[in-house]
């Protein structure tokens, strides 16, 4: 399997992982104030999304999985040691291999994190998730958005339908992603909340409120701040644009944290 990637600058690295759906180009949305900063950035495209080839195994998309991923990406680095982070299952992924390899790890940035520790069992909720699939394997990126329901405000809706569009597009294997969407969402990242709080590592947790990214509450994002040992809580303002969906001032946000804490 191959992964596709990209790393630009000089520094400190830092890895950041996108969600599930999305491509790297959805981390940081093409910022390169990172890189300004004095960081080496790198993105990646999780496998089967993106440029990255499917799993051999078409149920190989668990979060031990992923964490497996990152730490062939740091290796490929030769990053001893690295912030990582990402968005959504990126930062699921981050926090998992946070907890399996402590020592690698100098700063974790958690992302809309939508996990609450606790096992995905409501038959709904996955059923929600396989329409997806089978929307997108039966009819490709027009089958996922008749089934796809983002729930947020009117404001934001036709953002987040234009934007999904175009993220479904960049993708080489619909097939691939329609195997990551029936797997990751039954995954367990890691087994109750309290687990965060062996996170030793500085953290900046990037919530949205729930008016436009009802998927990623604001409440659990809350709750992942409480929990980590040492960890800001940053959210955009009531009414604006989640801060999640500015790249440049995502960024900066990021740099200014690492800057103070890793």
Do not use: C
């Amino acid at each position: 399997m191959t992964l596709a990637g990209e790393t630009v600058g000089d520094g400190p690295d830092v890895v950041l992982m996108h969600g599930l759906t999305a491509t790297r180009h959805y981390t940081v949305m093409g910022s390169k104030a990172l890189p300004r900063a004095g960081y080496r950035l790198t993105t990646f495209d999780a496998r089967g999304h993106g440029e990255s080839s499917p799993a051999a195994d078409r149920r190989a998309y668990e979060y031990r999985d992923l964490v497996d991923d990152l730490g062939a990406v740091l290796d490929h680095l030769g990053a001893d040691r690295a912030a990582i982070g990402g968005a959504s299952m990126g930062a699921h992924t981050a926090a998992a291999f946070a907890l399996a390899y402590p020592e690698r790890v100098s700063a974790l940035i958690a992302i809309t994190p939508a996990y609450d520790g606790d096992p995905r069992d409501d038959p709904d909720a996955l059923a929600d998730w396989d329409r997806l699939a089978d929307g997108l394997e039966r009819d490709g990126i027009d089958g996922f958005l008749a089934a796809y329901n983002p729930g947020a405000g009117e404001r934001f809706r036709e953002t987040i339908l234009t934007v999904t569009r175009q993220r479904l597009e960049r993708h080489r294997h619909l097939d691939a992603v329609a195997d990551a969407l029936r797997v990751v969402p039954r995954s367990l990242a890691f087994e109750g909340m309290e687990e965060l709080e062996a996170i030793a590592a500085p953290a900046l947790v990037v919530a949205s409120r729930d008016e436009a990214d009802p998927g990623h509450p604001l409440a659990v994002g809350q709750a992942w701040a409480e929990r980590l040992p040492d960890a800001r809580l940053a959210t955009e303002e009531e009414g604006r644009s989640p801060l999640a969906w500015q790249g440049a001032r995502l960024s900066k946000a990021i740099a200014e944290f690492l800057g103070e804490n890793a």
